[in-house]
């Protein structure tokens, strides 16, 4: 018998009310069923729940925004999920620029407190995703051109290791562990409570647009924005988005730090393409945020994914692209599935990739796809599409972004982090020998 003696925070088991709302994630087709929920008010209730775990030998998940992209990451059967989303505090420091994060903060709540003060503070593409796991594996978005990654942005934390033991990582201290925590993926080293990041001033205004064509333009729009966005002003980010056949159009969004007349101009050789609907805007960068940050709800998904990423380092040969539509013909259609670009470069490329733990630095562009359901009977076609696609595409791409998790990949170590991974074993081996904190695609220590 397991004693429930010694968990601190809010502590829900299975049988108890509110259980049901506790496992629910991004993903609803969540499958897994863990024996205890802890929402953690303060580091001092993970750390119980840690030894807790230890003592009652149940396998552990760290989760911060319920966004895990993959079932099993975020939650295990018979296990302790460690649930930081309730630890929220965010102190900024004016004159140091400066702010300390809670890891339970979502992005978007502390894109908007720094906003409202004048702060501008780099974001993904949901502004529902925590700011726990996103920071752990790099941390890509729109401003990563100019600010370079989250996890470029992190100065120090705190995090309760697997005995229980809260340890600070900055740059004089643990600074092997500052390094592994800059891009090495979440549930690898401990349970992270708090973040420091350095922030700049936002611009008074920026200009957003957002501009769309009909699907059937997608191959030239993809051949001339893989030409122009990586190499336009560093100051504009731009994720350009191609969705399925069937229901499905290509849709370009992102910001200018700069003024309207200037983004138009350098936005012109891909608004010159084609048959585009425009929406281009001058917004005070409280407004940018919302504009770029849209609602993501977590709780009411109805769409399943399987998704799988990779870097470019040159141009889609025409083979890519045959590999690009045979999948956008059988995505299945009105779902999120598609095709989703990111500009890299500018502030992210200057940071050498052994310098953090995120290593893909030299590429052109980001690129990721996934395949979208709601029936589970159609789960295991459209999870193949989407691994198929990426054996297609294979030649093509460099590498994998960990936070766009793709259980199909094999030997996933060293596509996630390259020539990393092999210090990324010793730093695990130092701070978490045993492998306490493991999932399907975690580091194990070195030997």
Not at 101 to 121: D, K, M, P, W
Not at 195 to 215: D, E, L, S
Not at 405 to 411: F, S, T
Request: with cysteine.
């Amino acid at each position: 018998m397991i004693s429930k003696t010694g968990l601190t925070g809010r502590v829900i088991f299975k049988g108890d009310p509110g259980y049901d709302a506790a496992r629910k994630n991004w993903d609803p087709h969540t499958n897994r069923f863990p024996k205890v929920f802890v929402f953690a008010q303060r580091t001092k209730d993970v750390a119980n729940a840690i030894r807790w775990a230890r003592i009652n030998n149940v396998p552990i998940r760290p989760r911060s925004g319920r966004h895990a992209l993959e079932t099993n990451l975020s939650q295990v059967n018979g296990g302790i999920v460690i649930d930081v989303s309730e630890m929220k505090k965010i102190q900024l420091n004016r004159k140091l620029g400066t702010v300390v994060v809670e890891s339970g903060n979502r992005v978007g709540r502390i894109v908007n407190t720094l906003a409202r003060q004048g702060f501008l503070a780099p974001f993904g593409d949901s502004p529902s995703v925590g700011i726990g796991g996103i920071t752990l594996g790099g941390g890509i978005g729109p401003l990563q051109r100019t600010t370079g990654l989250i996890c470029d942005n992190l100065l120090g934390l705190e995090m309760v290791d697997a005995k229980g033991k809260v340890i600070r990582a900055n740059k004089k201290s643990h600074s092997d562990l500052l390094w592994a925590s800059r891009g090495g993926g979440g549930g690898n080293f401990g349970v992270y409570t708090k973040y420091k990041f350095k922030v700049r001033r936002a611009p008074q205004n920026a200009t957003v647009f957002k501009i769309t064509w009909p699907w059937n333009q997608f191959e030239e729009l993809v051949k001339v924005w893989q030409r122009w966005a990586p190499f336009v002003s560093t100051k504009l980010g731009s994720e350009l988005s191609v969705g399925p056949k069937k229901g499905g159009n290509v849709s370009m969004l992102g910001l200018y730090l700069g003024s309207k007349k200037e983004a138009l101009r350098l936005l012109e050789p891909i608004t010159s393409i084609g048959t585009p609907t425009k929406d281009i805007r001058l917004l005070p960068y409280t407004k940018v945020v919302k504009f770029m940050l849209a609602p993501d709800p977590v709780l009411t998904q109805k769409f399943s994914n399987q998704f799988s990423s990779g870097f470019g380092r040159r141009p889609f040969p025409d083979k890519a692209f045959k590999a690009m539509r045979e999948f956008l013909e059988k995505a299945e259609g009105n779902t999120p599935a598609g095709f989703y670009f990111l500009n890299w470069g500018g502030a992210v490329s200057r940071v050498s990739p052994r310098a953090t733990a995120f290593y893909w630095r030299k590429a052109d562009y980001y690129v990721e796809w996934n395949s979208s359901w709601v029936k589970q009977s159609n789960a295991a076609k459209n999870i193949a599409l989407a691994r198929e696609t990426r054996r297609k595409l294979q030649p093509y791409i460099v590498g994998s972004y960990i936070n766009v998790p793709d259980q199909g990949i094999k030997n996933s170590g060293s596509v996630y982090y390259g020539k990393n991974y092999e210090r990324l074993r010793r730093v695990k081996a130092k701070y978490d020998p045993k492998n306490v904190f493991n999932n399907p695609q975690s580091i194990p220590p070195a030997k």
